[in-house]
């Protein structure tokens, strides 16, 4: 079946560094994908809605100069944390919608975590 | 704020035993109800869908019931087995194709044999 793929599935970065963390449909083409984070013992919380071809739409309280969302082509997207802090540490989890299926399926990544040092 | 909660944040249960894992939403709008397990580390992983047209589903040992005049949705898993400890989400979806899944606080499912 649809698998989203994410990579990667775990890093380390040193503050004040950037890292991207890629979400690949694999053989479906998603034009929306979303992105979440999950803080240990919390629920997924939204934080962009990531649109093929253009610009990403952010929930509110995600800055968007510091999350940057790219999502060049039908099958990637790419969420970017700039100048990276501790806080930012946390399990990142994208999903993408197959609008081709029925009931607009919606496929979950496993998941990318990461950690600030 | 959130619009989709769970009423209980753990459940402990025997081998065995039927469990019930509820949660309320508030947007009437929502016509579209997911519920997911999340095992430690690992991304959600469907289990069950609804929509707001139906009042009950089942799949293999879970059903799922939708009441939309209380707004309250509950996930049964019948004979519990230690593979299903983990966290429960419920998750809903506000109409239009593009838009994302709100989820709730989730449930901690523990199950002992």
């Known amino acids: 079946g649809a698998v989203v793929s994410q990579h990667p599935s775990w890093v380390i970065c040193k503050s004040g560094t950037s890292v991207k963390i890629e979400c690949r449909s694999l053989?479906?083409?998603?034009?929306?994908m979303f992105w979440y984070r999950q803080f240990p013992k919390q629920s997924l919380m939204l934080m962009a809605t990531?649109?093929?071809?253009?610009?990403?739409?952010?929930e509110q309280g995600v800055e968007k100069d510091k999350f940057l969302i790219n999502h060049a082509s039908l099958t990637l997207s790419t969420l970017t944390v700039t100048s990276a802090h501790p806080e930012d540490s946390s399990f990142y989890i994208c999903?993408?919608?197959?609008?081709?299926?029925?009931?607009?399926?919606?496929?979950f990544g496993e998941g990318s975590w990461l950690t600030v040092v | 704020g959130e619009s989709v909660g769970l009423h209980l944040p753990t459940l402990s249960v025997q081998e065995g035993d039927n469990s019930i894992i509820n949660c309320a939403y508030s947007?009437?709008?929502?016509?579209?109800f997911i519920w997911y397990k999340q095992e430690s580390g690992k991304g959600p992983q469907f289990i069950i869908d609804?929509?707001?047209?139906?009042d009950k589903r089942q799949g293999q040992r879970v059903t799922v019931l939708l009441n939309k005049t209380v707004k309250h949705l509950s996930l049964q898993i019948a004979a519990t087995q230690p593979g299903d400890s983990a966290v429960y989400f419920c998750?809903?979806?506000?109409?239009?194709?593009?838009?994302?899944?709100?989820f709730g606080k989730g449930t901690t499912l523990s199950v002992s044999s």
């Open positions: 999903s993408a919608r197959d609008l081709q299926s029925p009931g607009n399926t919606i496929y």
């Open positions: 053989d479906f083409q998603a034009t929306t």
């Open positions: 990531s649109n093929e071809g253009s610009k990403a739409t952010y």
């Open positions: 947007n009437s709008a929502s016509d579209y």
């Open positions: 609804i929509r707001s047209n139906m």
């Open positions: 998750a809903e979806n506000r109409g239009q194709a593009g838009t994302a899944l709100i």
